[in-house]
């Protein structure tokens, strides 16, 4: 079993940044690839990004592609979603979720166990 628990969420203007963290708890976090996934209002959820056990790989969504940065500490259980330049259309709840996939997944199907999510609004 694993608990995720999203921060950082918040307001912030177009062109403003923010760092989300997900501080994971329970059974080996090193082991699982941890990714990143927001709702917007009225849509269904999207993959935002992913990184692997060990964090030597990653992968982006077209959208944030240049703009976020996944990023993970084992040492403190814990994965940051590091979104700079936003946009309006990052309005979204974003939620962390851990996977036991070897690979880089990108369908939330594939993943085991999720964080509450925690709000990020972004005003024009």
């Known amino acids: 079993q694993v608990q995720l628990v999203e921060s950082g969420g918040g307001l912030v203007q177009a062109g403003g940044s923010l760092r989300l963290s997900c501080a994971a708890s329970?059974?080996?976090?090193?082991?699982?690839?941890m990714g990143w996934f927001r709702q917007p209002p009225g849509k269904e959820r999207e993959f935002v990004a992913v990184?692997?056990?060990?964090?030597?790989?990653?992968y982006y969504a077209n959208s944030v592609k240049g703009r976020f940065t996944i990023s993970r500490d084992d040492a403190k259980n814990t994965v940051y979603l590091q979104m700079n330049s936003l946009k309006p259309e990052d309005t979204a709840v974003y939620y962390c979720?851990?996977?036991?996939?070897?690979?880089?997944?990108?369908?939330?199907?594939?993943?085991?166990?999720w964080g509450q999510g925690t709000q990020v609004t972004v005003s024009s």
């Open positions: 979720a851990s996977s036991s996939s070897p690979f880089l997944p990108v369908v939330a199907d594939t993943y085991d166990y």
């Open positions: 329970g059974r080996t976090f090193s082991s699982y690839a």
């Open positions: 990184i692997s056990w060990g964090g030597g790989s990653t």
